[in-house]
């Protein structure tokens, strides 16, 4: 019997290749499944999402309400900060209300790092600069293109580095403010799969995410070897450094990536809730 092909669409940033490397890399069986992967930007992904484009999709949690037509959401794969998040930067030290009506560079007005500015600062100006190439965003505030950034992946923790200052931490303003965790990054499956083979694909995928977690220091080896191969395209060495990839899954890649805890649910709920977005998440199994 011919294999039933399932689409994936994920992000180029490191937690998303460690939570499907065993789909790709042999390390766990799929038998009756076969996986195409196609990796792209988080507004890509998102806009892939709302035309239906794939069948498994990495998403902007704060996308969901937009697409809960046609996806359940999945309850593992999810990105969630806790006290941490996105961050907002500049070669100045502004405090969060000196954002108004500046020019700030974020990776799409789709994204629910925006949707969370917003709420810190609602007059920014947004300027939508593509996470890839990866160092276009610094380049737009070194040269004055916009008087600030928002950034997200493994932008967050490099930014120092480029004599940059932090303005707000996204992530430590929401757990401030509503004293739960911020999910960022959720994956969504196409509902006209149809149950048995949603639960089929969902469980696969539970299962590539545990065998990540469970060869950790290997797949971290493997990834900046990868990272290393890829250097043109990365447009900053430092991603391809095992230490900063092991920093960066610790963050975004672990026990609440392989199941979306009950208090990251109230996030999200709360997210949807002060944006006013009338929607019931429904959970894939």
């Given at each position: 019997?011919k294999p039933?092909?399932?689409?994936l669409?994920?992000s ?13 890399s042999?390390?766990i069986?799929n038998?009756?499944l ?32 937009r ?25 100045h030290a ?8 500046r ?5 799409g ?7 969370v ?11 939508e ?8 965003i ?12 928002l ?8 930014y ?8 707000v ?6 757990q ?11 994956n ?13 694909v ?12 469970e ?19 990365l ?19 672990n ?6 805890p009950?208090d ?7 997210l ?14």
């Amino acid at each position: 019997m011919k294999p039933t092909a399932i689409s994936l669409a994920y992000s180029v940033d490191t937690d998303d290749a460690f939570m499907f490397h065993a789909l790709g890399s042999g390390g766990i069986s799929n038998p009756g499944l076969t996986f195409s992967h196609r990796r792209a930007d988080t507004a890509e992904l998102n806009r892939l999402a709302l035309s239906g484009a794939a069948d498994v999709v990495a998403i902007s949690a704060g996308l969901y309400p937009r697409v809960a037509a046609g996806y359940q959401m999945l309850p593992h794969g999810a990105s969630v900060g806790r006290g941490f998040g996105p961050v907002v930067v500049s070669k100045h030290a502004y405090a969060p209300g000196e954002l108004a009506g500046r020019r700030v560079g974020i990776p799409g007005l789709s994204t629910t790092a925006w949707m969370v500015l917003r709420l810190i600062e609602p007059r920014v100006v947004p300027v939508e600069i593509p996470i890839t190439p990866f160092g276009g965003i610094f380049d737009a505030v070194e040269t004055g293109e916009v008087d600030a950034a928002l950034l997200i992946h493994e932008g967050r923790l490099i930014y120092p580095e480029r004599g940059l200052r932090l303005v707000v931490d996204l992530g430590v303003w929401w757990q401030e403010e509503v004293g739960l965790p911020l999910p960022l990054g959720v994956n969504v499956i196409r509902r006209a799969l149809g149950p048995p083979l949603v639960r089929q694909v969902s469980d696969l995928l539970r299962r590539s995410i545990r065998w990540a977690l469970e060869n950790r220091p290997a797949l971290i080896a493997a990834l900046a070897a990868q990272a290393v191969e890829g250097a043109a395209n990365l447009g900053d060495p430092a991603l391809a450094n095992p230490a900063l990839i092991d920093n960066y899954l610790s963050l975004y890649a672990n026990a609440d990536t392989l199941e979306m805890p009950q208090d990251a649910r109230r996030g999200l709920e709360e997210l949807f809730r002060r944006e006013a977005q009338d929607v019931r998440i429904d959970w894939a199994p």
